[in-house]
């Protein structure tokens, strides 16, 4: 295999923009014996946010069941209902209530904080633009540096006015009208699937559709879109593919429904990192049994690193192997399950590549930059890749696990915290985004009880 070497700047994913960091750190339990466990996932980010706006846009009032409560869906029912949606919160069971979501008229003049989420801030710009008046977006500081030049520029090419300073990032004001023209336009969503999911989701009410073309090298993320299609289809919109890179949508109705949110399979990633790396066992329920989800992967994915999975019914189990074993992954549709996946190849007797994944330098962080600087400084191995990295095996010693302000990067401290003694994550709590409950959850699966040193995220709907 031919392999680039990527020379690094020294790491610094914010520049001058510096967030404010917690110093808070958490230690990373160690596990003495082979965990075995099960563990109840909450609803699917990606699910979630999609369903939502499709319900402030559709015809008729909609019915979550068990969607995600989290930072990201947070953000997004904040900024919906701001726009001029009703969103409540009815009786569900357990602990996440269920979302009843009634459409309203599009209003604007707001201003819509997209925190580091990336579905709000490529979703909601063409609800914007459908609006009667001017809305504002911005997010965290490491929220600016995410690319937006796709959605803004497909937007304005719609004829769409939007104000971002020439600068293509957060902050910028769309100007909306209260209608999109629509009709053809092409981008570039070589560093994003969801400049291809937020345009498709609203296209349907555009005055003439919408023939999107995508004309970049890459489109990462493929079962992201395909999720979009598919949500879409459930509510009578159909999305036509005459070509790869391509898609035609119709002007036409988006259709109230009632839509059970699937458990969120790409969290389920650091839960069954644990079983491979503690030898033990770690089961699912509700797994579904047809997704969209990428995260359904990692029923394929782990095998290679040595992992048995057994499915009965809608339960999951993944039983770890002797050892974690070296990969050789091109993982451009799952960059999303790609830290997780790194951190068990941190510890496998053998060197791993994983490639195709120079997408993810865009994601909350730039996560191939951190995931090596975090797992060297552990005294691991790890060189930087164009479009992945090489993991090296090298044994590992305790230190603080930066998170820079990403889910996934936090879950991955913890997965090497599991085998190496004295890992403290730094800003455990930015697992918030997507997962409020994990230093519960894996505190649970560790020790089998809840945990009452952890003081549970609030979410306020
Ligand atoms: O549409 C979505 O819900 C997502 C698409 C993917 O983004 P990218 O295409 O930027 O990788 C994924 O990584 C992200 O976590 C969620
Ligand atoms: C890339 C991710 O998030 P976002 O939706 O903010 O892009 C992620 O959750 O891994």
Request: aromatic letters at 4%; glycine letters at 10%; one cysteine or more.
């Amino acid at each position: 295999m031919q392999i680039s070497r990527y020379s690094a700047p020294e790491f610094d994913p914010y520049g001058d923009n510096r967030p404010e960091e917690s110093t808070e750190l958490w230690a990373a339990p160690v596990a003495s014996e082979p965990i075995v466990a099960a563990v109840k996932l909450p609803g699917s980010k990606s699910l979630t946010n999609r369903e939502l706006v499709l319900s402030a846009l559709a015809d008729a009032p909609s019915l979550l069941r068990r969607p995600l409560h989290s930072r990201d869906s947070a953000l997004m029912v904040q900024a919906l209902r701001s726009l001029g949606t009703r969103i409540v919160e009815v009786d569900g069971e357990g602990p996440d209530p269920d979302l009843l979501v009634t459409p309203g008229e599009l209003l604007g003049s707001t201003t819509i904080d997209c925190g580091l989420a990336g579905t709000v801030m490529r979703f909601l710009p063409p609800l914007a633009g459908l609006a009667l008046g001017p809305t504002t977006f911005d997010g965290d500081e490491g929220a600016r540096i995410r690319p937006m030049a796709a959605t803004i520029g497909s937007l304005r090419d719609l004829g769409v006015d939007i104000d971002d300073n020439g600068r293509a990032v957060l902050p910028f004001t769309v100007h909306g009208t209260g209608r999109i023209a629509g009709g053809d336009v092409s981008i570039d969503a070589s560093s994003s699937s969801q400049f291809v999911s937020g345009l498709l989701l609203a296209a349907a009410r555009f005055d003439d559709g919408l023939h999107l073309r995508h004309s970049g090298e890459r489109l990462p993320s493929q079962p992201h879109i395909e999720m979009t299609i598919a949500a879409l289809a459930a509510r009578g919109v159909l999305v036509e593919e005459p070509a790869v890179g391509e898609w035609i949508v119709a002007p036409g109705a988006i259709a109230g429904r009632e839509v059970d949110i699937e458990p969120d399979l790409s969290n389920a990633a650091p839960f069954l990192a644990a079983a491979l790396v503690t030898r033990g066992s770690v089961t699912i329920p509700d797994w579904p049994e047809q997704t969209t989800q990428v995260g359904d992967e990692l029923l394929r994915l782990l095998p290679l690193f040595g992992a048995t999975v057994i499915r009965d019914g809608s339960l999951v189990t993944v039983r770890g192997g002797d050892r974690i074993l070296p990969v050789e992954l091109h993982l451009p549709e799952a960059g999303e399950l790609a830290p997780n996946l790194v951190a068990l190849a941190a510890l496998a007797n053998g060197t791993s590549t994983i490639t195709g994944i120079g997408h993810i330098r865009h994601h909350e962080t730039d996560r191939l930059a951190a995931l090596a600087a975090e797992i060297n400084g552990l005294g691991g191995r790890v060189t930087e890749l164009d479009d992945g990295l090489m993991i090296e095996p090298a044994p590992l010693h305790g230190g603080v696990w930066r998170s820079y302000a990403d889910h996934r990067t936090a879950t991955s401290g913890a997965i090497i915290g599991l085998a190496v003694p004295g890992v403290d994550v730094h800003d455990i709590g930015s697992t918030a985004k997507t997962l409020p409950a994990f230093p519960q959850l894996w505190h649970e699966m560790l020790h089998g009880a809840p945990a009452t040193q952890f003081e549970p995220f609030s979410l306020t709907l």
